[in-house]
């Protein structure tokens, strides 16, 4: 523990000797299981709780962590430098055979549907006038693949697309 500007008590990062210290990890099935009863949990019990987005956060030393991220420290000795990518898509699965760095552009590369505010509920898809557009994301900028009379041609030229230019795609 440290003190930040205010003098308030600031939790530092875990450090892979400590977290040794509280779980045992399975690379093979991405669980987390505490080593010793812990509060309400007990010795072997699988440690984490899933977060409203889907993800496993586990708590060590009043600190909340996603297990993902856990599960890098465990392997590697040291958290991620950059974001990481579920490549199976499933937020859940923390097997460090499903987990790969990546920056901002190359993690959302791996999205397969829609964000929650898309009026068309279709990952590159959108209503524009009478048609369906058909965009995709590349190095930042919004690249228009083109106008089509139905969402479905719109989105099966959408993933054309992203099958050329989003080498993180996973599908």
Known sequence: MTKDLNSRTVAQPISATRL???????????????KNDHGKMKS???AGTITS???????????MYKAHRLAWLYIHGHMPERQLDHINH?????RISNLREATPSENAQNRVG??????????????FKNKWRA?????????????????????????????????????
């Open 20 to 34: 040794r210290e509280f779980l045992t990890y399975s690379p093979n099935t991405g669980l987390f299981r505490w």
């Open 44 to 46: 072997g019990q699988a």
């Open 53 to 63: 987005y889907g993800y496993i956060q586990i708590c060590l030393d009043w600190r």
């Open 90 to 94: 499933n937020r859940t699965d923390n």
């Open 114 to 127: 829609a964000q929650r505010n898309s009026k068309s509920g279709i990952l590159g898809v959108h209503k």
């Open 135 to 171: 965009f995709i994301q590349i190095n930042g900028k919004t690249k228009n693949i083109g106008d089509f009379d139905t969402s479905e041609q719109a989105r099966d030229a959408y993933l054309r697309a992203k099958r050329q230019l989003h080498p993180y795609w996973n599908i």
